[in-house]
């Protein structure tokens, strides 16, 4: 972590903070108040991270877009002893403080403290959105972008979703004891007197639809101006209802039962209190503090939390059948959700995608947890993680796998193994032993190669056509 700005500069005000969870609009507002000549809503500047050189020079866009006199190229970070957060306070918050209106924007939950210290916001906006659709929205942005961790070989994924929108959602909790103008996605997105709201709110005369946050990125997030816009449609709203089962939608769904208070907090649909998760680390509380640690969210190797986390035991098997992979194989991911495996394959491996939702151009789309396989003649192998324990009709499922011809890598909870699991409440839809599950392979037609509970309770199953 970078130092903080000197002793000697005092906190310096901010007109507005914009905080959000990811994927509920905050970009947009944020482009929305920037206006230049009178408002700057700077997005993300990662004020109390290491000096990005990328970053750096994105926000010097920004400042000179909307009329400030700074130079076109940020300084060398060694002026500054490599602290961005001094160069920020010290050459451009001031000059920012000389709009009508300046602040930031974060969907990062994990500075706000040291944020509000320094820089203690005059107003908040807090953005939400119905956390279904946001656990479906962000499964999406990964799928759609190159998003990396900074350590070779650490890619984001389900599990990554999952735990820092828990993450946020906690802080966030804690961020709407002040004052604060809440605003939903959904009246964003079909309310139009919100905008005048949030102008009003602001303080400011009119907004600016000319997306000059993005436009400071070099449009790096075209995908979505090509998907919505110039704002958010409506199409984008209640996504929940129609994504088809599966561990995805099952991820959704789980996130939602574990934190109700957000619904009642914001105005969004509760889970009934017999379908409430209890027991869960994620929705433990200590007081006021946040059950999860935010530097957890981000080590690829974290674990997650005891007992049974499908999107977790995800990552676990992803990583143990990459290495059973040969270089050079052309891999169907089946089921696979985010393209998190692809980062995880020797590097002449060919990734290729599938689901039951279009998330991505390129993903082969079929109805897969109930028997519908997609196009394999291309492919050397098949696998399938997380996949079968979301299957109705098992035997159905793996007459299907094995007329393909090809061999697969598939994981499975067996019954014997994880004993106690409530399995409905996860979304799984059966509940096969070691010998029920080794006999509906030998029925289907393949020889197998067993790893039994190999992370202590789901195994990895090499599966070869008799």
Not at 38 to 61: G, M
Not at 328 to 357: E, F, Q, Y
């Amino acid at each position: 972590m970078a130092p903080d700005p000197p002793a000697t500069l005092p906190p310096l005000p901010m007109g507005l903070a914009v905080l959000g969870l990811p994927r509920s609009g905050t970009t947009l507002v944020s482009d929305l108040l920037t206006v230049p000549g009178h408002a700057a809503i700077v997005s993300e500047p990662d004020l109390y991270k290491s000096w990005n050189r990328n970053l750096a020079a994105r926000v010097q866009r920004l400042v000179r877009t909307v009329g400030l006199d700074v130079p076109e190229e940020a300084p060398d970070p060694s002026l500054w002893a490599g602290s961005y957060a001094r160069y920020f306070r010290s050459e451009l918050a001031p000059r920012l403080a000389g709009l009508d209106l300046w602040g930031v924007k974060y969907v990062d939950f994990s500075d706000w403290r040291p944020l509000f210290r320094d820089y203690p916001p005059e107003k908040l906006i807090l953005c939400v959105r119905d956390l279904r659709d946001l656990v479906l929205s962000g499964i999406d942005r990964i799928c759609r972008m190159p998003m990396v961790f900074r350590s070779s070989g650490h890619r984001r994924d389900e599990a990554w979703v999952f735990s820092a929108l828990a993450y946020n959602v906690w802080e966030l909790m804690t961020l709407r004891q002040r004052p604060n103008f809440a605003l939903r996605y959904e009246d964003l997105a079909g309310d139009p007197a919100m905008l005048a709201r949030i102008a009003d709110y602001a303080g400011l005369q009119r907004l600016d639809p000319t997306r000059n946050n993005l436009a400071a990125a070099n449009w790096t997030r075209r995908w979505e101006i090509e998907k919505h816009g110039d704002g958010i449609t409506a199409a984008a709203v209640g996504r929940f209802e129609s994504e088809p089962a599966g561990p995805v939608h099952a991820l959704a769904g789980r996130l939602w039962r574990l934190l109700p208070d957000y619904g009642t907090a914001f105005g969004y649909p509760v889970p009934d209190e017999a379908s409430q998760l209890t027991g869960h680390a994620f929705g433990r509380r200590d007081g006021d503090r946040n059950p999860i640690r935010f530097i957890d969210t981000e080590r690829w190797n974290w674990r997650g939390p005891p007992g049974i986390e499908p999107c977790f035991a995800r990552r676990r098997a992803r990583v143990s059948a990459a290495r059973n992979i040969a270089d050079g194989t052309r891999v169907l991911d089946l089921g696979g959700g985010s393209k998190a495996l692809a980062r995880l394959l020797p590097a002449n491996a060919t990734h290729i995608l599938a689901d039951n939702m279009p998330r991505a151009d390129e993903i082969r789309v079929a109805d897969i947890y109930r028997g519908t396989l997609p196009a394999t003649d291309d492919v050397d192998t098949i696998v399938a993680l997380d996949v079968l324990e979301y299957v109705d009709d098992l035997p159905g499922f793996l007459a299907a796998l094995r007329t393909t011809g090809k061999p697969a890598l598939v994981s499975y909870h067996a019954a014997d193994d994880s004993p106690g699991t409530d399995r409905t409440a996860l979304g799984w839809r059966n509940a096969l032993d070691r010998a029920a599950l080794s006999a509906s392979f030998e029925k289907a037609g393949f020889k197998m190669t067993v790893s039994w509970a190999f992370d202590g309770a789901q195994s990895l199953i090499r599966l070869r056509p008799r």
